[in-house]
């Protein structure tokens, strides 16, 4: 089998898996890297957005052949500001706001949002209205207003 080498939260992993398989299963059931969820399996529901690059994506529609040795791959797991601690700004604003009912699209939404807040930043703006409404991960429960809350309130505290 081919081995696949990429960044995953910020260490180097190598598997042997072939080319076709998506990167979701890998991370899931070859690494136990369980936070990005499967939903649609279509890059529709994105309840496994995760960061390629510092770039919201989605692993459940990318062959883990895609992914480069020098790609770096970020999942919920290792969300900058939470390795070693307690948690990241916006994980913050989730609790604060209350957002999370089932729970099972949240990991996406917070991977979203602060790719998000990113993008407004490097743009050298906050995040606005137009920004939120970009947003299309799906959430069952039907949180969106708590999530745009929380959005908004996280972006500010980092």
Not at 71 to 80: F, K, M, Q, S, V
Not at 122 to 129: D, H, L, N
Request: net charge negative; hydrophobic share 35%; charged share 25%.
């Amino acid at each position: 089998m081919p081995e696949q080498t990429f960044i995953l939260n910020g260490k180097r992993v190598t598997v042997d898996i072939e080319d076709d398989v998506r990167l979701l299963w890998v991370l899931r059931d070859v690494l136990g890297v369980t936070g990005p969820k499967y939903g649609c399996g279509l890059g529709v529901c994105k309840a496994c957005t995760s960061h390629i690059n510092g770039k919201a994506f989605n692993p459940c529609s990318v062959p883990v052949g895609a992914v480069g040795p020098d790609d770096a791959i970020t999942t919920i797991e290792g969300l900058p500001a939470t390795v070693g601690k307690d948690l990241h700004p916006m994980q913050e604003a989730w609790l604060e706001h209350d957002v999370a009912q089932c729970g099972y699209c949240q990991p996406g939404q917070i991977m979203t949002a602060v790719a998000k807040v990113r993008q407004a930043r490097e743009e050298g703006r906050e995040i606005t209205e137009a920004d939120l409404d970009e947003i299309r991960n799906v959430c069952r429960c039907g949180t969106y207003h708590r999530i745009r809350e929380a959005i908004v309130a996280g972006a500010k505290k980092y």
